[in-house]
């Protein structure tokens, strides 16, 4: 059964369970459509390949134009095309169109994996989150500076992996254990809980690890908000009663 699918960062908002503000992002998901199917006979395992977003059709090559043949038939060409990976042999043909609503649902428990922002060239206190030089004793220059990088004579050489200054973000991230809130059948929008790695309009994968498990959770009333709407409701029949008490009383003085 297919349990990812591709979608777009959209904006972020939030919404408060039991009292606790939680952030949301809005994405949308879908619709993907089946390019090619992968057999486990043929290639050696299960997995479908999906496209997602639209562009021209003159605009992708002709050796793409074969392989989607029979699968867009005169649609615009999708943007993306991704495999994903099964356990089992696909339910789903070449050309189905395949929507957010038909994978996840309210409370399901996802993961999402996204392309980080990229912020360019940067020095090892920023990327690093290195601690610097001293600020004071005689120091020129070396605030913001790594440090020792190595040895000496021997080995003679930087070692890999060494935390240096470099471009900084643009890294492939993946983030667990966020919930569905809520998804709209119309639209194909999906909003989770907390953020997502990228930017505005980037790139994303969802995947479903768990269904229905946060329904029960996300149902239930926030219990300071209407406990704050009782007292303000109370409060303002008493304002409402002061008044009419106020302006009995004037009245009778006018008399």
Request: positive net charge; hydrophobic residues 35%.
């Amino acid at each position: 059964m297919l349990n990812t699918l591709l979608g777009l960062k959209g904006k972020m908002s939030q919404t408060f369970m039991k009292g606790v503000r939680i952030p949301v992002t809005f994405i949308k998901v879908g619709p993907c459509v089946v390019t090619q199917i992968k057999k486990k006979e043929k290639d050696g395992y299960w997995a479908v390949q999906v496209g997602f977003g639209e562009r021209k059709i003159k605009k992708i090559t002709k050796p793409l134009k074969g392989h989607l043949r029979g699968a867009i038939g005169d649609k615009k060409a999708p943007l993306f095309l991704r495999e994903i990976r099964l356990r089992d042999e696909p339910e789903f043909k070449k050309g189905e169109v395949i929507n957010a609503s038909d994978v996840f649902g309210k409370g399901d428990i996802v993961v999402v994996t996204g392309i980080s922002k990229g912020k360019g060239f940067a020095g090892v206190v920023k990327r690093w989150g290195f601690a610097g030089g001293p600020k004071t004793h005689g120091q020129s220059d070396r605030l913001r500076a790594p440090g020792a990088i190595g040895q000496g004579t021997s080995p003679g050489r930087v070692h890999k992996g060494k935390k240096m200054a470099g471009r900084m973000g643009g890294n492939t991230v993946t983030l667990k254990n966020l919930f569905v809130i809520d998804v709209d059948k119309e639209s194909g929008e999906v909003k989770l809980s907390g953020s997502v790695p990228g930017k505005t309009g980037g790139l994303l994968r969802i995947e479903k690890l768990g269904t229905k498990k946060l329904e029960e959770l996300i149902k239930e009333e926030t219990q300071r908000v209407v406990e704050a709407e009782v007292v303000s409701d109370g409060d303002s029949k008493k304002s409402n009663t002061g008044n009419v008490e106020n302006s009995s009383e004037d009245s009778e003085k006018k008399v």
